[in-house]
């Protein structure tokens, strides 16, 4: 028997239940051996449910009890659960989560316990949800150098772009649209500020790159300037806007990036639509692939985390290796970080913005007659904000390209 302790009861932890009773067979035979759900942590009681009496408030009963083999950290928020999945690792119990803040903060940390203890700390649902990303990036993408990443990579954001693109709707009107629906937390600001996906990218970056990337040093910027009137833009220029985590293998070091980029329709993230998400990861001999999915919901999420069960119980004893040393990457300085930028500027002030930085191509549109947007050449960061800075009054908005 493998006795499995869930560490939170909510949304995700009473998925992770459903899935191991509902699936009991197919898990049995994968794992050759029975799955069951021993113990769950939580504050609260749940009367009528069927695993009420599992239920218990201390965790010490857990750290205890020698028959846990693994334990699934869905608490959320970073304090006790770190706490806790530490504790347990030293234990030598496995732990599987979904956390991503944890994984990002202490995913190094956590790691090179698990493997002085014999056991593992496995984190698949933290990033894609149900996506499968982390086991073959490490995995079936074992041969590759990673030269980048590139990910749509939190359902919030791209409905609400969605709605903005198809619907034109104004950002506040799509807000609150997505918090009545479920999609959007009422203090939206992890996702609509990029931080969920910045958490995400430097996962999957630190994986890809083999050192830490530590999400505190990549440039982070959200979707709450982006209005009906960007997309108009877009369209004329056959793009469409998409909040993007975007990594790069340049030389060694690593370029990162959370931001609003136009996007081809000649790229396949273009067709990924509302609450879902895709990740592009190029390898230097397969070229591009694609992951695409949900990246969130109660059921998407725990199936990931079951997956992790299916893979601590048949290594039990050992370390599930994972390629993240404890060692921190390089950044890329902002003055070698260049792109094109989409920039809506007042047509009065289009000759001094283009002296100062190269102008391609311009687009219109008939009802911003007091305005004009132009297409950038590539340009550093670095010149790019110097400009921006200088001429602050001048720039309504800007976007990068993809």
Same mark, same amino acid.
């Given at each position: 028997?493998?006795h499995?302790?869930?560490?939170?009861?909510?949304?995700?932890?009473?998925?992770?239940?459903?899935?191991?009773e509902?699936?009991?067979?197919?898990?049995?035979?994968?794992?050759?051996?029975?799955?069951?759900?021993?113990?769950?942590?939580d504050?609260?009681?749940?009367?009528?449910?069927?695993?009420?009496?599992?239920?218990?408030h201390?965790?010490?009963?857990?750290e205890?009890?020698?028959?846990?083999?693994?334990?699934?950290?869905?608490?959320?928020?970073?304090?006790?659960?770190?706490?806790?999945?530490?504790?347990?690792?030293?234990?030598?119990?496995?732990v599987?989560?979904?956390?991503?803040?944890?994984?990002?903060?202490?995913?190094?940390?956590?790691?090179?316990?698990?493997k002085?203890?014999h056991?593992s700390?496995?984190?698949?649902?933290?990033?894609g949800?149900?996506?499968?990303?982390l086991?073959?990036?490490?995995?079936c993408?074992?041969?590759?150098?990673i +030269? @980048? *990443? !590139?990910? #749509?990579?939190?359902?919030?954001?791209? %409905?609400?772009?969605t709605k903005?693109?198809?619907e034109?709707?104004?950002?506040d009107a799509?807000?609150k649209?997505?918090q009545?629906?479920?999609?959007?937390?009422?203090?939206?600001?992890?996702?609509?500020?990029?931080h969920?996906?910045?958490?995400?990218?430097?996962?999957?970056s630190?994986?890809?790159?083999?050192?830490?990337?530590?999400?505190?040093?990549?440039?982070? +910027? @959200? *979707? !709450?300037? #982006?209005?009906k009137n960007?997309?108009? %833009?877009?369209?004329?220029?056959?793009?469409?806007?998409?909040?993007?985590?975007?990594?790069?293998?340049?030389?060694g070091?690593c370029?990162?990036?959370?931001?609003?980029?136009?996007?081809?329709?000649d790229?396949?993230?273009?067709g990924?639509?509302g609450?879902?998400?895709?990740?592009?990861?190029k390898?230097?001999?397969?070229?591009d692939t694609?992951?695409?999915?949900?990246?969130a919901?109660?059921?998407?999420?725990a199936?990931?985390?079951?997956?992790?069960?299916?893979?601590c119980?048949?290594?039990?004893g050992?370390?599930?290796?994972?390629?993240w040393?404890?060692e921190?990457v390089e950044?890329?300085?902002?003055?070698?970080?260049?792109?094109?930028y989409?920039?809506?500027?007042?047509?009065e002030?289009?000759?001094?913005?283009?002296?100062c930085?190269?102008?391609?191509?311009?687009?219109?549109?008939?009802?911003?007659?007091?305005?004009i947007?132009v297409?950038?050449?590539?340009v550093?960061e670095?010149?790019?904000?110097?400009m921006?800075?200088?001429f602050?009054?001048s720039?309504?908005?800007?976007?990068r390209?993809?």
């Amino acid at each position: 028997m493998i006795h499995v302790a869930l560490l939170g009861y909510g949304t995700v932890g009473s998925g992770v239940a459903e899935i191991i009773e509902k699936n009991c067979k197919e898990l049995s035979e994968r794992c050759s051996d029975e799955v069951e759900v021993k113990y769950i942590l939580d504050l609260r009681d749940f009367p009528g449910d069927p695993n009420e009496n599992k239920v218990v408030h201390d965790i010490s009963i857990i750290e205890n009890d020698p028959e846990i083999d693994i334990a699934v950290e869905a608490m959320g928020g970073i304090g006790k659960a770190y706490e806790f999945t530490k504790a347990l690792l030293s234990r030598s119990v496995s732990v599987c989560t979904s956390n991503k803040a944890v994984v990002a903060e202490y995913g190094v940390e956590l790691l090179k316990i698990a493997k002085e203890n014999h056991c593992s700390y496995l984190f698949e649902a933290s990033v894609g949800g149900g996506i499968p990303i982390l086991r073959p990036l490490k995995d079936c993408l074992g041969a590759e150098r990673i +030269e @980048g *990443i !590139t990910g #749509i990579l939190n359902g919030t954001t791209n %409905y609400m772009l969605t709605k903005m693109d198809e619907e034109g709707c104004e950002y506040d009107a799509v807000l609150k649209e997505a918090q009545a629906k479920g999609y959007a937390e009422q203090n939206p600001e992890a996702d609509v500020c990029g931080h969920d996906a910045c958490r995400k990218i430097a996962i999957l970056s630190s994986l890809a790159m083999g050192k830490t990337v530590n999400y505190k040093n990549v440039h982070t +910027e @959200g *979707i !709450t300037n #982006i209005g009906k009137n960007d997309f108009e %833009y877009a369209k004329k220029l056959n793009c469409s806007i998409k909040l993007l985590g975007l990594s790069r293998d340049i030389d060694g070091k690593c370029l990162a990036i959370v931001a609003p980029f136009m996007v081809s329709k000649d790229s396949p993230l273009y067709g990924v639509r509302g609450v879902f998400n895709g990740i592009m990861v190029k390898g230097n001999m397969v070229g591009d692939t694609l992951f695409y999915g949900q990246g969130a919901g109660k059921l998407a999420t725990a199936s990931a985390i079951v997956s992790d069960i299916v893979e601590c119980a048949n290594n039990k004893g050992k370390t599930i290796e994972c390629p993240w040393k404890d060692e921190d990457v390089e950044f890329v300085p902002d003055e070698k970080k260049k792109f094109e930028y989409f920039i809506r500027v007042k047509r009065e002030d289009l000759n001094k913005i283009s002296e100062c930085i190269g102008v391609k191509d311009t687009v219109s549109i008939d009802s911003l007659n007091d305005e004009i947007g132009v297409v950038s050449e590539k340009v550093s960061e670095v010149k790019f904000y110097e400009m921006k800075n200088r001429f602050e009054g001048s720039i309504v908005n800007f976007v990068r390209f993809l």
